[in-house]
Nanobody, 127 residues
Framework: QVQLVESGGGLVQAGGSLRLSCAAS????????MGWFRQAPGKEREFAAV????????YYANSVKGRFTISRDNAKNTVYLQMNSLKPEDTAVYYC????????????????????WGQGTQVTVSS
């Protein structure tokens, strides 16, 4: 069982930055691929970024590529999402998720790839 707790959300002006954190419980954190998803009001939950268990491989949605950076610290059981050059369309609840299934990194764009989810943190970008 893995419990995930996100933090770091808030209100920021367009062009600003935020760093989200997701702290995980458990002793096998490095065995999980970790993803970030987001869900805007009235929309489906969508993939943003994923990082492999070792941290050596990352994959991004086109909408955030070049602006967001996912990273992890396995010693701290934490995954991060650094978000730069934020836009109003980035406004959403951001969720981290953990997957114990070994697959090619591109497989993790689907919500069904993940076993565990956090409760989410709100990010609001004002224009």
């Amino acid at each position: 069982q893995v419990q995930l707790v996100e933090s770091g959300g808030g209100l920021v002006q367009a062009g600003g930055s935020l760093r989200l954190s997701c702290a995980a419980s458990g002793r096998t954190f490095s065995s999980y691929a970790m993803g970030w998803f987001r869900q805007a009001p009235g929309k489906e939950r969508e993939f943003a970024a994923v990082i492999s268990g070792s941290g050596g491989t990352t994959y991004y949605a086109n909408s955030v590529k070049g602006r967001f950076t996912i990273s992890r610290d396995n010693a701290k059981n934490t995954v991060y999402l650094q978000m730069n050059s934020l836009k109003p369309e980035d406004t959403a609840v951001y969720y981290c998720a953990a997957s114990s299934s070994p697959h090619d990194i591109s497989w993790y764009v689907s919500t069904s790839a993940y076993n565990y989810w956090g409760q989410g943190t709100q990010v609001t970008v004002s224009s």
